[in-house]
């Protein structure tokens, strides 16, 4: 009768080392296809997460460039001062706008340093005189520190002023206990609100400047601020509101100026100021009502976002219900470029 073959010692030894070894490289190669995966995942989510940042800030490009190309105007009962670039005696222009234009036009945002970023003009018939149409093209030394001319009282002056910023010009920064919110100011759009920022900008201090009010995007906006489809529209409403009155410096209601509607990262004022909010959202559907006088950089949307979810309590105002931030967030303003 036949037996099958006993392994000997020896043999076993062989087979178990064979064994071992195959269990080994089954595990390594299980272990790098699941490394493989995890890494093409990551890579995956960066990629997305820098072509969304990408794709904010060109958007935050385009829509400033956009809101820069629809306005010209000045502060009217304002003359700047400074070093002329063309002088007004024999330059004329008809409008306001054309004298703003004139002054942009020599400064175009090329790289090269913007030779204009003031203008003055005298629009006024009859206060003007045989100066009525003198347009002055000037450059300020320093484009958020302008050099004015006090004449008293400013219906006394007959002059309306306004500023041009260069691409990199006109920035000024928020500082908060979460980071420097920067930017971007539109004195092509919101003169008199530009004036006024610059105004706080010169004091040492912003007493009393500070956000009180915080608001995240809820499920009702994605990251890009657009609404979600069927979504309500909030509460809460994608938002930090806040004040811009300084306790050192006399608030006077800000006429409206341009309003255009509300995008993500805009900075606008809530009726005639001083009360003002960014916006975390696309906010269509509140149809063009607040000055926009700025847009936080693409960057600094994060520090928004940030305070947008600190703690608050409950509050309502006039039947609408707000978030209450539990600890105001203080303001400091920062000079930028």
């Known amino acids: 009768m036949k037996m099958g073959r006993r392994y000997s010692d020896s043999d076993f030894g062989k087979f178990t080392l064979l064994l071992f070894f195959l269990i080994g490289a089954i595990s390594c190669f299980a272990v790098y296809l699941f490394l493989m995966v995890v890494f093409r995942v990551n890579a995956a989510s960066v990629v997305t997460m820098q072509d969304d940042a990408l794709v904010e800030k060109r958007d935050f490009e385009n829509l400033l460039s956009e809101e820069e190309g629809k306005c010209c105007r000045g502060v009217e009962h304002l003359e700047l001062w400074g070093e002329a670039v063309r002088w007004g005696n024999d330059f004329r222009v008809n409008s306001s706008e054309d004298c703003c234009k004139a002054c942009k036009n ?51 002056v007959m002059w309306t002023s306004g500023f041009v910023f260069d691409k990199g010009e006109g920035i000024v920064g928020l500082e908060t206990d979460y980071g420097i919110l920067r930017i971007k100011l539109l004195p092509d759009c919101a003169p008199q609100s530009v004036s006024y920022i610059l105004e706080l900008l010169a004091l040492s201090h912003c007493i009393g400047c500070q956000f009180y009010r915080a608001e995240s995007r809820g499920r009702f906006w994605d990251a ?47 009726g005639s100021g001083p009360e003002f909010f960014i916006s975390l959202a696309n906010h269509n559907e509140w149809r063009n009502p607040y000055t926009v006088f700025g847009y936080v950089l693409s960057e600094d949307l994060q520090i928004v976002e940030k305070i947008s979810r600190l703690p608050t309590k409950s509050d309502v105002w006039s039947d609408i219900p707000v978030s209450i931030l539990e600890n105001p967030v203080f303001i400091r303003f920062r000079k930028i470029t």
């Open 106 to 156: 020599l400064c175009q945002g090329d790289g090269q340093r913007c030779l204009c970023n003031s203008w003055v003009f005298c629009g006024d018939r009859d206060a003007c005189g045989p100066r009525f149409g003198e347009c002055w093209l000037k450059q300020q030394k320093d484009a958020l520190k302008p050099d004015r001319v006090n004449s008293g009282s400013r219906d006394n």
């Open 224 to 270: 890009k601020g657009n609404h979600i489809k069927k979504a309500t529209f909030g509460p809460p409403f994608a938002l930090i509101q806040g004040t811009l009155e300084s306790h050192e410096y006399m608030f006077t209601d800000i006429p409206k100026e341009h309003c255009p509607a509300i995008k993500r990262g805009s900075v606008a004022w809530v």
